[in-house]
């Protein structure tokens, strides 16, 4: 299998090389033999999909039937594995995760070189695109990080899959956040050929507004697993920590989300191209930066890949004349883009402060700001390390500071947004559509306030009131328009208004998709404002003992430990007691993972958390260690309001695949109306998706 | 007037430790803060001072260390960072410091958004006022452009 699996590698690369270099030729040459060699250009890129993912089944083959003369199995997995965590080894470490973005890649390039009959020539130029990225990661799996380097010594069993990922999400949450990541391939690649040959018209903004939609989706799905995953399963309370590899995936977020908000200036109003254009350029280049910072080792990360000599494939190195991929993905962007320009030039501009538009743009300044800020921290070990031969570590307390502002100052913004028009708009009309949701932020702040929330005691306090006060103008803003926009179809309609709200969604699913996204943004940030308020403790507790923490009290019942193949586990049960009513028994328990080889046998621990979730709060428990008499020490948090950021995702989520959704029946045209100033002639409006 | 003499002395007293306790104010305040801008180097990645799990096999003797090198007056904040840093690694203080090249973290960020947005704010100014101008020189009055622009949006929105 590693024989069939590395012959299956070189050939994906011999032919994302043909697809590369026949798709070029292709492309220069326009005559009727162009065409057939352009097709086998297609016909290559379609058949690497088929060869790396016969790699990608080598590997999981091997995995499967513990064949440890494979280096990558023996470091990754063991005999005592579950299946779906022996399906995770594709991605748990280097060599198998580089070859799984390999796949996924083709995999897109497959869908993408399918769907050719959209726009033959645009998709063409994206498939040469893509086969350049194909490239440089076969490159990178054949040369440098192969997953079928054999063991020289066959061991009787593996190293085992690292105890924190042997957890149900880390199946999921590693795929999503791939997909995510590669995905923005392809936007990139529409992006960079769209630009290659200046295509005329605005389609392929909405064919890449598109394909952002779904990887943004994905990447989205990917950070908040992993959120999840950190909080259920890392033990420390926390879902956030501002690792340098959580940076990483949300620095090409950052600018996908901004790239999704000014895509509408484009297909709207002619305006902004070339901040679009490089948007996803930026995006693309970030998600290859991200690989490279946690793939390099010149960051520290809990979630690093060990240090290895990849990082000169990222970025090459100047001290040998040996260019790397993301200088050379700059200069061609920055080639064509100074040779095109004229074609990116807008056609429209701002024209008042106070208008949509311009919400877009403080939108996007805002998102970079913050994009810059994540990468500034990430970076500045690295700066540092340059200027003053000392790396200063930047941690939570920096990235909190610097972007809890921007946080909340977006939030504000997506408030504001959709009260303004498009053009200009004025005090009047945001006076009177502001009104309502302004009042209930207020009344929010009074209730909180009334309720015992003191913002001046520190700035915890503050941020969570102020979150707090700026979501509920998001809610209502969002209601208010789901409400007006209903009540304008109830009479045409003669339906209820609910039947009206939700036919207004199916006929304009992108806008109203949005505000749901919008609305489950709001109720993340208020999930995140409760951590202001977590409470935690921390005791020995044997068996018939009881702690309390908040409300609750805890009363341990029994404390085991016990012994199988894969770990030897020490556990308690805890009934938990509130108002003098039992409301739950939860079994925290600590894992200590076997591995092979140690005289001990016992590995690295890991926390099962014991959770009983609210609405209002979290009691959030571990097994923090025994004691040496063997007594469990229970560590108990209460975290107010964390299921909100669960439920908040699942909002957006459900927004975006709204979003995605055509619309039912559409649009309105509009009404052919002869204009009579002469201003209107020389800057005309396109609607949506309009090509002109 | 003995009882005058005694309420003098408790008054005396009372004054006397009343900085003694705005002392021990700022020393728990400064101890939150410094511990704060820590983090624990057992591997946890916790902050310094929410690290306390049983077994840990540095938070205790950091924060040990940290109440010492507090009560050592001529201590400053930078000293006593750069001196975990020394002892404990560079990952032992997570926050960069607010002078000399450190303050550079704290001020790229926001000073680049101010330039931004002041950027913005001009171009826009400046094209509003092309737009008008050129308005003006076609003979295209503000109400025909509100006019127009009512149209549109009724056109286009829902």
């Not at chain 1, 950190?230 to 990483?248: C, F, H, I, R, T």
């Not at chain 1, 090459?316 to 050379?328: A, K, N, S, V």
């Not at chain 1, 009104?435 to 306030?449: C, D, E, Q």
């Not at chain 1, 103008?473 to 209820?496: C, D, P």
């Amino acid at each position: 299998m590693p024989l069939l699996g590395n012959f299956c590698l070189l050939f994906s690369l011999a032919l994302a090389v043909y697809c590369f270099g026949a798709g070029i030729v292709a492309l220069l040459q326009r005559n009727p033999a162009s065409n057939r060699l352009g097709e086998t250009a297609r016909r290559a890129g379609i058949g690497t999909f088929i060869t790396v993912t016969g790699a990608a089944l080598a590997l999981v083959w091997a995995a499967l039937n513990n064949d440890f003369s494979v280096a990558y199995i023996h470091d990754h997995t063991n005999r005592a594995l579950p299946i779906p965590y022996k399906l995770a080894a594709l991605w748990s470490g280097q060599e198998g995760s580089l070859l799984f973005w390999s796949w996924l890649l083709a995999g897109y390039g497959f869908v993408l070189r399918l769907r050719h009959k959209v726009d033959k020539r645009l998709f063409a130029y994206s498939s040469v695109v893509l086969a350049g990225i194909q490239i440089f990661f076969l490159l990178i799996v054949n040369m440098s990080a192969n997953p079928f380097g054999i063991m020289d010594r066959v061991s009787a069993d593996g190293n085992g899959l690292n105890p924190l990922l042997q957890y149900p999400e880390m199946v999921i949450h590693p795929p999503m956040l791939y997909l995510g990541w590669v995905g923005f391939s392809v936007p990139f690649a529409f992006a960079l050929g769209a630009l290659i040959m200046k295509y005329p018209g605005e389609k392929w903004i909405s064919i890449t507004r598109r394909w952002t939609m779904v990887t943004w989706l994905f990447l989205t799905c990917g950070i908040l697993l992993g959120m999840h995953w950190s909080y259920a399963v890392l033990g420390w309370g926390g879902y956030w920590m501002w690792d340098p590899v959580e940076n990483a995936s949300i620095l090409p977020w950052l600018t996908g989300t901004a790239f999704l908000h000014s895509v509408m200036m484009q297909e709207k109003r002619g305006m902004m191209k070339t901040w679009n254009v490089w948007l996803v350029f930026t995006t693309f280049m970030l998600s290859i930066l991200g690989t490279f910072l946690t793939r390099s080792g010149v960051v520290s990360s809990v979630h690093s890949f060990a240090e290895s000599n990849i990082g000169t494939w990222f970025v090459g190195d100047p001290t040998r004349f040996i260019p790397g991929f993301l200088p050379i993905v700059l200069l061609v962007c920055l080639f064509f883009y100074i040779k095109n320009r004229r074609h990116l030039k807008a056609e429209n501009k701002l024209e008042a402060l106070v208008s949509r538009e311009s919400s877009f743009m403080f939108n996007n300044l805002l998102l970079l700001a913050a994009c810059f800020a994540v990468l500034w921290g990430t970076l500045f070990p690295i700066i540092s390390e340059w200027v003053k031969g000392q790396k200063i570590a930047v941690g939570l307390p920096f990235f909190n500071n610097v972007n809890l502002p921007a946080g909340l100052f977006l939030l504000f913004l997506t408030a504001l947004g959709p009260l303004l028009a498009w053009r200009k708009t004025s005090w009047a009309s945001i006076r009177k559509n502001f009104a309502i949701p302004a009042a209930f932020s207020v009344l929010t702040i009074i209730v909180l306030m009334a309720l015992g929330m003191r913002p001046w005691v520190d700035a915890a306090h503050f941020y969570a009131l102020t979150a707090f006060a700026l979501g509920m103008l998001v809610i209502t803003t969002i209601t208010l328009e789901f409400i007006r926009g209903g009540r304008v179809l109830q009479g045409k309609l003669h339906a209820n208004l609910l039947a009206s709200m939700l036919h207004l969604l199916r006929r304009n699913t992108r806008r109203y998709g949005g505000y749901i996204v919008h609305f489950g943004v709001a109720v993340i940030f208020i999930g995140f404002a409760g951590s202001a308020f977590d409470k935690d403790t921390e005791q020995p507790l044997a068996p018939g003992q009881k702690m309390q923490i908040g409300d609750y009290i805890l009363v341990s019942q029994d404390a085991t430990i016990d012994d199988n193949a894969n770990y030897k586990s020490y556990a308690t049960t805890l009934d938990v007691y509130k108002g003098g009513k039992k409301i739950a028994n939860l079994y925290p328990e600590l894992r200590t993972f076997h591995i092979s080889g140690r005289p001990d046998n016992e590995g690295q621990p890991d926390h099962i958390v014991a959770n009983h979730s609210t609405f209002k709060e979290d009691l959030y428990v571990i097994y923090a260690s025994p004691t040496q008499e063997r007594v469990p020490v229970i560590k108990a948090m209460v975290k107010p309001l964390v299921v909100w950021v669960w439920i908040g995702w699942l909002v957006v989520v459900l927004g975006t695949v709204v979003a995605l959704v055509p619309n039912a029946a559409p649009l309105r045209s509009p009404v052919a109306v002869a204009v009579s100033a002469p201003v209107f002639e020389s800057k005309e409006m396109h609607p949506a998706g309009a090509v002109k | 007037m003995s009882w005058l003499r005694r309420l003098s002395v408790v008054l005396i007293v009372l004054c006397s430790c009343a900085p003694l306790a705005l002392a021990v104010d700022v020393d728990k305040a400064r101890y939150e803060k410094l511990g704060g801008k820590m983090q624990c180097t057992c591997s946890c990645s916790q902050p310094l001072l929410k690290c306390n799990h049983v077994g840990c096999t540095r938070s205790e003797e950091m924060i040990h260390d940290l109440k010492a090198s507090l009560n050592i007056a001529k201590n400053t904040d930078t000293n006593v960072l750069d001196w975990f840093r020394h002892n404990y690694g560079i990952t032992a203080v997570v926050e960069p410091g607010t002078e000399g090249f450190e303050l550079l973290a704290w001020v790229v960020p926001p000073a680049l958004l101010l330039a931004a947005i002041v950027l913005l704010v001009i171009l826009v100014r400046k094209w509003r006022l092309n737009a008008l101008r050129l308005a003006v020189a076609e003979g295209v009055t503000d109400v025909q452009f509100d006019a127009q622009r009512a149209r549109a949006r009724q056109e286009t929105e829902l």
